[in-house]
């Protein structure tokens, strides 16, 4: 079979086990493929963005492009404190200290939104980072509340190269940072262009020693 058919057969039959689905989104190109393979099987899916206040102007742009030509359901999560009272209470976490800035918008409003949901999609794969190169197709995630649910990475096995020909193919845009060397996009004050060609996460979080927000590595079975 192959990867295309592979997925969206994965998602097909995570979606008929599930009564509670919902899928993580940033917008990335893979994500984007995840996206479009989900709403083929469940159009009224929750797509979940964790809005921190600090993405590229690009980033919010794309996502309300993308919303208006596929339709989705976007379910915007704010964290409690704005991007203002954060930096008024504690100036620039994300140079100071990125784990707490992290906790703070991105990783606390998202546990707490993923309680109400028994699986949860994404679109990780084992090619982006060291960190993730053990990815499974299924996975269970239990979050620091107890709340244990099932996680599904249809492009675990996917290549940078196939994503973007799926893309091609699909007739779906992409976001423009990659046009300008981005390979790897998060908030803008963390993300720049790879310092290590082959290593494409090397852009982010860049001479801080941290490779993940965190949301994916919390209690993973
Ligand atoms: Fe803050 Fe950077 Fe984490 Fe975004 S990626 S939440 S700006 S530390």
């Known amino acids: 079979m192959d990867k295309v058919k592979a997925a969206q057969e994965l998602v097909r039959e995570a979606l008929a086990k599930s009564q509670s689905p919902c899928f993580t989104c940033s917008f990335q190109a893979e994500d984007v493929v995840v996206l479009h393979l989900l709403l083929r099987e469940k159009p009224d899916l929750p797509v979940l963005f964790l809005d921190t206040g600090y993405h590229f102007p ?3 742009a794309y996502r309300d492009e993308l919303q208006r030509r596929l339709g989705f359901r976007l379910v915007n999560l704010l964290p409690e404190l704005s991007r203002e009272e954060q930096e008024r209470l504690y ?10 800035c992290c906790e703070i918008r991105k990783v606390g409003p998202l546990f707490q939104a993923l309680s109400a949901y028994d699986t949860w999609f994404t679109g990780l794969r084992r090619e982006q980072s060291p960190t993730r ?3 499974q197709p299924l996975e269970e995630a239990t979050l620091p ?3 244990r649910l099932k996680k599904v990475n249809p492009l675990y096995d996917w290549t940078f190269k196939e994503v973007f020909a799926y893309l091609a193919v699909q007739d779906l845009p992409y976001l423009p940072l990659y046009d300008q060397g981005y390979l790897s996009i998060g ?3 963390c993300t720049a262009k790879p310092l290590d060609p082959s290593d494409p996460r090397s852009g982010r979080w860049a001479g801080k020693g941290k490779l993940e927000c965190g949301i994916h590595l919390h209690g993973e079975a």
Request: net charge negative; with cysteine.
């Open 133 to 135: 190169a053990n990815l």
């Open 187 to 189: 908030c803008a004050p």
């Open 91 to 100: 100036g620039r976490l994300y140079e100071t200290d990125p784990n707490r």
């Open 145 to 147: 509340s107890g709340h």
């Open 58 to 60: 690009e980033v919010y």
